[in-house]
């Protein structure tokens, strides 16, 4: 070691070097949050929009999406009182509806709830009180689309995506999955086009009003039932949980069934 080749010497080299990596590495996150921030809402837009059939990666383009996006109106919903907030009681609760995450609150005692274990029936745990919906409008006011955001454990994690109706709030337009970690070629197959393509035109409730959608084992037959995935019968049976939980009475169902009435 030369004289100039001391411990302290090198200590401080080292010091400066992981001083200049973190701002680099901090300034690379501050600068680039807003493009990510961009991505993700550009993301989530795409999937909603595919769950109302009106995107196709292979097809649109991503300077699309924004145009196609702008006919959906996002509203929120009081889950527990199945009706839409208004924008003053959105604002008096102190939520931005442009940066509201309803995944993110699920941690906040103010704007989520636990659910018991009779209702968890899509294994959740917690949801939101609140609930981002997104809907289109025809030139009338008339409802033509409505998406809601849906999500349950599947086999080996709880599974996050879109149910698009129609205006009758019962007939389904499309389900679409943007986050799950089920196996793919087994329970990742709930995002494959043909599976999806089982969907459309199914109604959600039966005659007594209950849920009738449903995901079964086999075929499926009649105007609820979809056909499982083979080897995915749990993944499967997640699907059908969180069909039954969503739109059901304790979630969804009783906004649903107003808004199919009017
Ligand atoms: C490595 C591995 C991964 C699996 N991943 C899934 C899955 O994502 N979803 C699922 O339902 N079943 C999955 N299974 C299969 C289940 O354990 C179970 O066998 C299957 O759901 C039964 O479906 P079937 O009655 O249609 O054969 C996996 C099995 C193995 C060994």
């Known amino acids: 070691m030369s004289s ?9 080299v080292a010091f400066l070097l992981c001083v200049v990596c973190s701002i ?16 993700r809402i550009l993301d989530r837009n795409k999937n909603i929009l595919s769950a109302a059939g009106l ?3 292979a097809v649109t383009p991503d300077s699309e999406v924004t145009e196609l996006f ?7 919903v009081d ?7 208004e924008a003053d009681e959105v604002a008096a609760l102190g939520i931005n509806i442009d940066n509201y995450d309803q995944r993110k609150v699920i ?20 949801r939101a009180l609140y609930q981002m919906v997104y809907l289109v409008e025809d030139q009338n006011g008339e409802l033509e689309t409505i998406v809601l955001p849906v999500s349950g454990y599947g086999l080996w994690g709880i599974l996050y995506g879109f149910m698009a109706l129609e205006g009758d709030a019962n007939t389904v337009k499309g389900l679409s999955f943007y986050e799950l970690k089920e196996t793919p070629g087994l329970g990742a197959e709930v995002r494959n086009p043909r599976w999806r393509a089982l969907w459309p035109g199914k109604k959600v409730f039966a005659e007594d009003g209950e849920v ?24 499967s049976r997640g699907v059908a949980n969180l069909v039954r939980y969503w739109l059901g009475d304790t979630a969804f169902g009783p906004l649903l069934k107003k808004l199919g009435n009017s």
């Open 24 to 39: 680099l590495v901090s300034g690379a996150a501050v600068i680039l949050k807003p493009t990510q921030d961009a991505n």
């Open 107 to 126: 941690t906040d005692p103010s704007l989520s709830e636990a659910l018991s274990k009779e209702d968890d029936l899509a294994d959740v745990k917690r």
């Open 55 to 57: 995107y196709d990666p």
């Open 4 to 12: 100039k080749d001391t411990v302290q010497k090198t200590l401080v």
């Open 79 to 85: 889950i527990n009182e199945g009706r839409f907030l």
């Open 212 to 235: 009738g959608l449903t995901v079964v084992k086999g075929a499926g037959a009649g105007e609820h039932e979809v056909d499982g995935l083979s080897g995915a019968t749990l993944t």
């Open 70 to 76: 702008s006919r959906f109106t996002t509203r929120l």
